[in-house]
């Protein structure tokens, strides 16, 4: 059997790797014209709204501004690359959440406002921002400092599973939907330009 430590001991070392995969993928799906323009689109829309968070808390944290964490154990990477990388995470994971309401839903997808859309985006959002916070303090990475905005919700392995990522990820999927409704229109008129010129 494997021990845990090894999963532990090298968290952060699956966790870059993870974040590159999924940018490196995506990019290849895309070039080989495996994803659409619409999906390119998404992953990148979801990459710029998980560096809204990503960015101002570690940085403010790094610099001693204000604490959203603590690092139980210290990233091995400047914080910049841990920004870049968990905002590639986010990314993936708001792609997850588009295939869920495409695997779920009936077409046409992401047309214009439906309540089963918005739905699936914001459990998905809970379920695996839970699971993120359960995973990083399983590996004693980081935990969220508790404060009155932020109360703790639970406690698992002696760390604090707290409220304000789950805000978070409850607030960014309306956004992301929001945004991709108002994006699809014009991919659509740039799929119909393509299709003109050829």
């Known amino acids: 059997m494997v021990s845990s430590d090894i999963f532990t001991d090298n968290f ?36 710029s709204i998980g560096m809204c968070w990503e960015f101002p808390m570690i940085f403010c944290t790094e610099l001693g501004i204000f604490t959203f964490h603590i690092y139980h154990t210290s990233p091995p ?9 968990h ?6 994971l708001f792609l997850v959440g588009y295939g869920l309401v495409k695997k779920i839903c009936a077409k046409p997808h992401f047309d214009k406002f439906k309540i089963k859309e918005l739905g699936i985006l ?28 932020n109360p703790a919700l639970f ?29 699809k229109p014009r991919y659509l008129h740039e799929e119909n330009k393509d299709i003109n010129q050829k």
Request: with cysteine.
């Open 12 to 47: 952060y070392w699956i966790d870059i790797a993870i974040g590159i995969s999924i940018c490196l993928i995506v990019m290849i799906l895309y070039k080989i014209k495996k994803i659409e323009r619409f999906t390119w689109y998404l992953y990148w829309i979801g990459f």
């Open 77 to 85: 990477t400047h914080f910049m690359v841990i920004v870049i990388i």
């Open 87 to 92: 905002s590639s995470w986010d990314g993936g």
């Open 122 to 149: 914001l459990i998905w959002g809970q379920l695996q921002e839970l699971a993120v916070e359960l995973t990083s303090t399983y590996s004693n990475a980081w935990e969220y400092v508790v404060y009155w905005w």
């Open 155 to 183: 406690v698992f392995n002696g760390q604090n599973i707290t409220l304000w990522p789950q805000i978070i990820w409850f607030i960014a999927p309306i956004a992301f939907y929001y945004i991709a409704l108002k994006l």
